[in-house]
T-cell receptor
């Protein structure tokens, strides 16, 4: 069965600290995609990144970076020098290949609070 | 482009009432879907559509109906609302249902059923 686990329910940091959000996934598919979405207090879901299973290069976008490791089935997200505006719920998701449903399997989400 | 839009933003229903949550996208996306978000459970797929005239059930379809008469619109109907349907509902769209196509979400509808 496919599954995404975000073991950290809530994380609280002080502004300018670095923080890593963990994501562990389970799948038997050889081809799959992983995503991160951000849900700020206003409630919408904002797409952050997509990574396919054949590309294990780390990705960096400004203060955000992602570490994809197939050996440990993890796709962790690091925010460097966190800011108050980073406070949000962050979801990791896995694409389901079976049945071409387009379904995303979401983790439970990690609530990040960045204090000034 | 407005992207994916949803109305209403908030809704309160009484048990047994029916209503339709509206979803529209202006990106000419073929694939559209509905998810519900419940505390501690992430998002779960309710129904999806791979194109106009084609819909199918997702993980938690009971109590909901959908139709897709145009590419742009994908309304979600609650037939007889129950308190268990209290949730935040998100509509999403992507270019297709090809594996890995990025899905873009609407702002959500927060529904309370009393």
């Amino acid at each position: 069965a496919q599954k995404v686990t975000q073991a950290q329910t809530e994380i609280s940091v002080v502004e300018k600290e670095d923080v890593t959000l963990d994501c562990v996934y389970e799948t038997r598919d050889t081809t799959y995609y992983l995503f991160w979405y951000k849900q700020p207090p206003s409630g919408e879901l904002v797409f952050l990144i997509r990574r396919n299973s054949f590309d294990e290069q780390n990705e960096i976008s400004g203060r955000y970076s992602w570490n994809f490791q197939k050996s440990t089935s993890s796709f962790n997200f690091t925010i460097t020098a966190s800011q108050v505006v980073d406070s949000a719920v962050y979801f990791c998701a896995l694409s389901e290949a079976r049945g071409n449903t387009g379904k995303l399997i979401f983790g439970q989400g990690t609530t990040l609070q960045v204090k000034p | 482009n407005a992207g994916v839009t949803q109305t209403p933003k908030f809704q309160v229903l009484k048990t047994g009432q029916s209503m339709t949550l509206q979803c529209a996208q202006d990106m000419n996306h073929e694939y559209m879907s509905w998810y519900r978000q419940d505390p501690g459970m992430g998002l779960r797929l309710i129904h999806y559509s791979v194109g106009a005239g084609i819909t199918d059930q997702g993980e938690v379809p009971n109590g909901y109906n959908v139709s897709r008469s145009t590419t742009e619109d994908f309304p979600l109907r609650l037939l007889s609302a129950a308190p268990s349907q209290t949730s935040v509902y998100f509509c999403a769209s992507s270019y297709s249902n090809v594996l890995g196509d990025t899905q873009y979400f609407g702002p959500g509808t927060r529904l309370t059923v009393l």
